[in-house]
Structures are given as structure tokens and as C-alpha cells.
Nanobody, 128 residues
Framework: QLQLVESGGGLVQPGGSLRLSCAAS????????IAWFRQAPEKEREGVAC????????DYADSVKGRFIISRDNAKNTVYLQMNSLKPEDTAIYYC?????????????????????WGQGTQVTVSS
């Protein structure tokens, strides 16, 4: 069974960068589509970025498009989220999630229930 562990969160000033990692273990990672979600205090969890198992096709929420980059290294069983030009509104707990999903996933319309494995989350705080 797939297991996911996030790392790389922390405190960063506005305009700064962070790279989150989602390390997978347990099964054939390359079959899984992986997504990053985030949840800010008193807000619902939202999809941020995703990468499909097929051809590594990526998708982003409009709020992060042009600033965040999702990538995967199947040899290292790891998905990355490079976050640039960070804003205070990016402050949230970031979760990675994996699922055996047919077709191409999207950041904001693929339902959360399609992802059956979730990491524990990593805190990202953007503040001066």
C-alpha cells in the first residue's frame, strides 16, 4: 500500500521560495497520480497542483499558476512542489495525496475521494 510523507515546509518571507517534497513508499509509485492540497485556518481544503501518472501531465489552481511547479522523480519515488513568489495567502498546511486514477487529473475538479492515500501534512507560513 502506498505511504506518503511530506517535508520541506517552514517560515518564509513574502516573495520567497520553498520546495516541498512528497516521498512515497510501499508500492509502484509511477502508477499513482499525485496531488498537493492545502488547508488554511478556518478554510476548506483546496487543490493546488497535481501530476498524472500518465505522461506526467500537470495542472494548477489559478491562484498558484505561474508561481508553483509540480514535478515527479519516479526513480526517487518523490513528487516536488516548487513554490515561488510566495504570498501570505499561501499560508496553510500542505498535504500530498495519491490515487490510482484513470485518465488525467486536474487540480480543482478531481474529487478528493479519488485519492485514497494522504500524507500527514507540512506547515507553510508566509510572513514578514
Amino acid at each position: 500500500q502506498l505511504q506518503l510523507v511530506e517535508s520541506g515546509g517552514g517560515l518564509v518571507q513574502p516573495g520567497g521560495s520553498l520546495r516541498l517534497s512528497c516521498a512515497a513508499s510501499g508500492v509502484s509509485f509511477h502508477y499513482y497520480s499525485i496531488a498537493w492540497f492545502r488547508q488554511a485556518p478556518e478554510k476548506e481544503r483546496e487543490g493546488v497542483a497535481c501530476i498524472s501518472s500518465k505522461a506526467g501531465i500537470t495542472d494548477y489552481a489559478d491562484s498558484v499558476k505561474g508561481r508553483f511547479i509540480i514535478s515527479r522523480d519516479n526513480a526517487k519515488n518523490t513528487v516536488y512542489l516548487q513554490m515561488n513568489s510566495l504570498k501570505p495567502e499561501d499560508t496553510a498546511i500542505y498535504y500530498c495525496a495519491g490515487g490510482l486514477i484513470d485518465g488525467i487529473v486536474t487540480a480543482t475538479t478531481t474529487p478528493e475521494y479519488e485519492y485514497d492515500t494522504w500524507g500527514q501534512g507540512t506547515q507553510v507560513t508566509v510572513s514578514s
